[in-house]
């Protein structure tokens, strides 16, 4: 605990000791300790809830996908690159690896045009049909690179408002360039994290990526098959990836899951496909995607 000393006690003098402890919202040490891990928690809920109520936040499209994802832009420069020191060392193993990388990163750089062009779709729609005080359908992210800063940009290109969701990792998320200030938060916990993707949501979209990207997706369908929260459309894009990535028949077939099961998604390419079906699963009113 923290406390002040008096100035005579400062210069080693025998006056009594003064004791000024700090109140306990004042004790950062203190809210850090183990102790008040439930009061953490419970202020990483409250935080955003209480920000996105202030900003009118109704609705939300989610898009998740990898922090790894460049922009054709920029995967044409790290290729570029890739390809000079392949020429200088021709013989190098590891340049001929990073080349490799390089044709792989600019073929799936296609998914962040995607994102970027969902997003815009998304935050357009959402500008037609909320109010001033009550934004309906905004573009929300982890708030980091790849993908996530795809979503946010597409926001922005729309002239809308956007949501990320960042969190503090020891390397690869750092806030994008697109983040709204009033609409970003940083988190430690990943459980608060994902309820705040979810409590809003009417959709979500997963592109490519890794562990990450694999968890939260597989938790909303497991809280959809579960019935934790209601049926929302849940739209993967990149045919390829998904049914390399993840024997879903296969699951099925050894009784896993049910075939019904492999209902609760749908894969598609093209961003005007993605915003298609999410719509239509509206049009037929098969669920408001809110949570419980």
């Not at 400062?10 to 809210?31: N, Q, S, W």
């Not at 503090?168 to 938060?185: D, I, K, V």
């Amino acid at each position: 605990m923290t406390i002040s000393l008096t100035e005579s006690q400062a210069r080693g003098g025998d006056h009594p000791r003064v004791v000024r402890p700090l109140k306990a919202y004042e004790d950062i040490e203190f809210l850090k300790s183990d102790a008040c891990r439930t009061a953490r928690l419970q202020l990483e809920f409250l935080k955003p809830e209480v920000a996105m109520q202030e900003q009118g936040i109704e609705s939300t499209i989610v898009l998740f996908g990898s922090a790894r994802m460049l922009s054709p832009e920029q995967a044409v420069e790290e290729l570029a690159r890739a390809e000079s020191s392949l020429r200088a060392e021709p013989g190098s193993g590891t340049a001929r690896r990073q080349v490799q990388v390089a044709k792989t990163m600019v073929e799936q750089s296609r998914y962040y045009t995607v994102a970027r062009e969902l997003a815009r779709m998304a935050s357009e729609y959402g500008q037609g049909h909320g109010t001033r005080d009550r934004r309906e359908w905004v573009v929300t992210t982890g708030g980091g690179g790849g993908i996530m800063e795809a979503g946010n940009r597409g926001a922005h290109d729309a002239g809308a408002k956007s949501i990320a969701l960042n969190i503090t990792l020891p390397r690869e998320q750092h806030a994008n360039p697109y983040c709204c200030e009033e609409l970003s938060f940083q988190f430690h916990y990943f459980s608060i994290r994902k309820m705040h993707f979810l409590m809003r949501a009417k959709a979500l979209c997963a592109f490519p990526g890794g562990f990450g990207t694999l968890d939260e997706l597989f938790e909303t369908l497991t809280l959809i098959q579960t019935g934790k929260i209601e049926p929302m459309p849940v739209v993967l894009f990149g045919e390829s990836y998904w049914k390399r990535v993840v024997n879903w028949q296969e699951l099925a077939d050894r009784g896993m899951i049910g075939l019904e099961d492999l209902s609760l998604f749908s894969i598609c390419e093209t961003a005007a496909d993605g915003w298609q079906r999410i719509c239509q699963f509206y049009e037929t009113g098969a669920g408001s995607g809110t949570a419980n």
